[in-house]
């Protein structure tokens, strides 16, 4: 037993003796029995807010956490941190994930607590606070939220967000009225919990769980399901384990965990952001993601998992067909299995056994996959030089060959003045380029999901080439290239692209090109205008002024230690 309990850790006083003294005294004050706050202690990082609608369920959530604490005979000890509601947040929730995981860290280590359960779901919450747990060094363990269950518009079954753009392209085509849109978007959220598609919080619940983090099949269980209070429990008393052992992150998370939460990526048809957030989380502990490693990967690995937007299913039915434990029997002689995991077990041990029922509708069999490779592919180039990703499994394949003429939006603020502006001068053949939405520029919104300019969505228009150093909703699809590297606004290629330029796309030789003569592109570079500082105080600054590119998980230079290839 390593436990310290409450009264480890003291505020420093210049008298020891005083503080402990000082920390009893207010301990007291809660009412707590001395012999319950002699316990050893389990800290329960939370982020309930008004402003995160996926975390309506969290406070009943976290009492089963207390409830599995309690009976494993320790002390649950709740405390709030940041709370980041995607909807909510400007200019974009991406940019407060540093902030969150800062919060997380200093809190974990600040407070006396023997070992921490972090609770959230909301997109960016589970890499933020697995990486300021990460860092801090505590034994730690996640437990997401759980998905939304889905609503129905005319009898037909939805969920946000992959359904939100489907009705929201036919609204802009002309195919639905203002009142039909305004009905739907009362049915795509309708219940507590995360987006209800394999979206980047679904990602990240599937990845928590394939990288060791989190309770063997917690990831799907719904927002409002009893399965997520009993998973709730399992977790708190996996805490108290934890604290036994003394395990912290370091001893979990190595590098055949992260390649094994890599092929679950892919096997997930998971989302583009979580390869920014697995990069983060594996750096905090020095790992690093190769783009090669992550490519042959995806080219190993099928496409299993029929959730929207790959698939036409949603996360209830993944958690009715044995979620992600069932994928991991599927994938099993694909996987590291000497990996560890949170519970102690090594991953082949927590895989001996039969595998759960399955719906091989929902959890495809390898001979009968959705597609035989994985959803994502790094793509390098003379465009991308430090790389750019696409998410094949939500494109269209005859697009993946192309080259064609850029029509350029300089800012997130052109393109909306432009995309729908008659006068265009655009064709269905041509590439969308969006620049100046990297994480400089702007925080990296998800706006690389570019509109089809209205003129050509009138004429059945659905799918074009788009690129930008933005990144896109997990629920997005589309031939869409993001998170190009380095972005436009600390010099990158993509601040040279000009309208006519030729562009060349090959998903099959994961390249991107910008077919321009060098001496051009010299010229070009030489009269850019020198970068402005967007921000000139506080937070903002800071990000700003530290944030890394993609191809580093936009983590800040100074929270990453030295890293190490993996082996
Ligand atoms: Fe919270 Fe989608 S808005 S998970």
């Known amino acids: 037993m390593t436990s310290h309990g409450l009264y480890e850790g003291l505020t420093n006083y210049g008298d020891q003796e005083f503080a402990r ?48 604490v309690l009976a494993a005979g320790g002390l649950p000890m709740e405390f709030p941190t940041v709370s980041l509601g995607e909807g909510f947040l400007s200019p974009t929730a991406m940019m407060f994930r540093n902030l969150m995981a800062m919060d997380v860290e200093e809190m974990v280590r600040a407070q006396p607590m023997d070992a921490v359960v972090l609770v959230g779901g909301c997109d960016k919450t589970v890499p933020a606070q697995l990486m300021g747990a990460f860092s801090a060094g505590r034994p730690a363990i996640q437990l997401v939220t759980g998905p939304m269950t889905t609503g129905r518009y005319h009898g037909e079954r939805m969920g946000a967000c992959t359904d939100c753009r489907r009705f ?15 009905e739907v978007e009362r049915s795509l959220a309708t219940t507590a919990g995360t987006c209800a598609v394999m979206g980047t919080a679904s990602t990240m619940a599937c990845l928590a769980e394939a990288l060791g983090m989190a309770v063997p099949g917690s990831a799907t269980a719904p927002a409002v399901h009893a399965d997520r209070l009993r998973i709730g429990e399992a977790t ?11 395990r912290t992150p370091a001893d979990i998370v190595s590098p055949a965990s992260v390649r094994n939460a890599l092929r679950v990526l892919l096997a997930i048809g998971g989302s583009t952001n979580a390869l920014i957030h697995l990069t983060a989380m594996a750096g905090r502990l020095g790992l690093t993601i190769a783009p090669k490693e992550l490519n042959e990967i995806s080219d190993s690995t099928p496409t299993l998992i029929a959730l929207k937007p790959t698939g036409e299913h949603y996360m209830e039915d993944f958690h009715a067909s044995g979620g992600v434990p069932a994928l991991l029997h599927t ?33 495809r069999p390898r001979h ?45 603020e052109d393109l909306a003045a432009r995309i729908d502006d008659p006068n265009l001068d655009v064709e269905p053949e041509d590439i969308l380029v969006l620049r100046n939405a990297g994480p400089v520029a702007s925080g990296m919104p998800e706006a690389g999901y570019l509109p089809i300019p209205a ?10 080439i788009r690129l930008s150093d933005a990144r896109m909703s997990g629920t997005a699809y589309g031939t869409i ?64 002024d530290h944030v890394l590119q993609a191809d580093h998980g936009c983590d800040f230079d100074f929270c990453v230690p030295d890293p190490k290839p993996m082996p």
Request: glycine share 8%.
């Open 455 to 464: 003129k050509l969505a009138a004429r059945g228009v659905r799918d074009m």
């Open 236 to 246: 708190g008393q996996a805490a108290m384990e934890l604290v036994r052992s003394g």
């Open 168 to 182: 929201w392209a036919r609204f802009r085509a002309g195919e639905i009225s203002r009142e039909e849109i305004t």
């Open 21 to 68: 003294y000082l920390r009893r005294s207010f301990s007291h004050s809660t009412g707590r029995s001395p012999e319950l706050l002699d316990k050893p202690v389990v800290g329960i990082a939370t982020s309930t807010s008004d402003f995160n609608n996926c975390h309506r369920a969290q406070p009943e959530l976290v009492e089963s956490v207390k409830r599995g």
């Open 481 to 544: 290239v993001l998170h190009v590297t380095p972005e436009a606004a600390v010099g990158g290629p993509l601040a040279l692209v000009r309208d006519g330029d030729l562009i060349s796309l090959s998903v099959r030789g994961a390249r991107l090109d910008l077919l321009v003569d060098e001496d051009e592109l010299a010229r070009r570079r030489a009269a850019l205008p020198a970068a402005e500082p967007r921000f000139e105080r506080g937070y903002r600054r800071l990000f700003q």
């Open 331 to 363: 994938l099993r002689d694909t996987l590291e299995l000497d990996a560890l995991t949170v519970t102690g077990q090594t991953l082949g041990e927590l895989l001996e056994g039969p595998p759960p029922w399955s719906d091989p509708q929902v959890v």
């Open 368 to 412: 009968d996959p959705i597609r035989p490779r994985g959803g994502l592919v790094w793509l390098t180039g003379s465009l991308a030089p430090q790389g750019a990703l696409i998410k094949r499994s939500a494109a269209d394949p005859s697009l993946f060959e192309k080259t064609g003429r850029a029509v350029v939006f300089t800012s997130l």
